[in-house]
């Protein structure tokens, strides 16, 4: 017996919602959609499985993003110019994604393109001024590159590797996000990897209760 991917929740008898006061969907209805988010599930999935318009669940895809990102470091919120690189860093506990920053990108795509049998990865690796990076992955072609130096044992370098592999999967899944938006898809999409569908959902429940909220525009 195949499990449903869309559980109905019961439907509360008033049409307050906890999670979005003035919002034009119901509480059930909400709950739906962001099961569906952090699933992985692409707002054009999500309108037909729920019948809603397209553009509603694209917009309450994008404030989950936002609820979200309102919960990480600010500095890793600035758009990327140009197609984004992704710098991987390995802690005790979890992998963490960054966007490469611009100042660094030329950087990062010389490594990743490196086909002088790692010199020209091991001497951007060495640099003044680079973040230290564990891993290198470029979502556009899918290249993932531990950088030389990355002192962690095969059990970290597996991962890694897990989770750009993920991690990947999931960025490319969502086509047309607006490169103004990218940072706040990363960060979701790391969040996903590294919590699991019920950890994260409890999570943006919880932020969502938080101002700003949801407002009715």
Request: aromatic share 6%; glycine share 8%; hydrophobic share 35%.
């Amino acid at each position: 017996m195949t499990t449903n991917p869309y559980p109905k929740f019961p439907r509360p008898v008033a049409r307050k919602n906890p999670y979005a006061a003035h919002a034009k969907i119901d509480q059930a209805m909400l709950l739906e959609m962001a099961s569906a988010f952090v699933r992985g599930e692409t707002a054009s999935q999500a309108a037909k499985a729920l019948g809603v318009n397209r553009n509603t669940a694209n917009r309450y895809y994008q404030i989950f993003r936002d609820t979200l990102a309102r919960q990480k470091d600010p500095a890793r919120c600035d758009a990327p110019k140009d197609p984004p690189i992704i710098g991987l860093f390995l802690t005790a506990s979890s992998v963490q994604a960054r966007l490469v920053p611009e100042k660094h990108r030329e950087q990062a795509l010389c490594a990743l393109r490196d086909r002088s049998g790692g010199q020209k990865a091991m001497a951007v690796a060495s640099g003044p001024d680079w973040p230290g990076y564990d891993a290198l992955g470029d979502p556009g072609d899918g290249r993932f590159l531990l950088m030389p130096g990355c002192l962690v044992g095969a059990a970290g370098q597996e991962r890694l590797t897990r989770h750009w592999q993920g991690l990947r999967e999931r960025l490319c899944r969502c086509r047309g996000i607006p490169r103004s938006n990218y940072p706040h898809h990363l960060m979701a999409c790391d969040m996903a990897q590294s919590l699991g569908p019920d950890q994260m959902l409890a999570k943006l429940l919880a932020a969502l209760k938080d101002p700003p909220g949801i407002s009715s525009e």
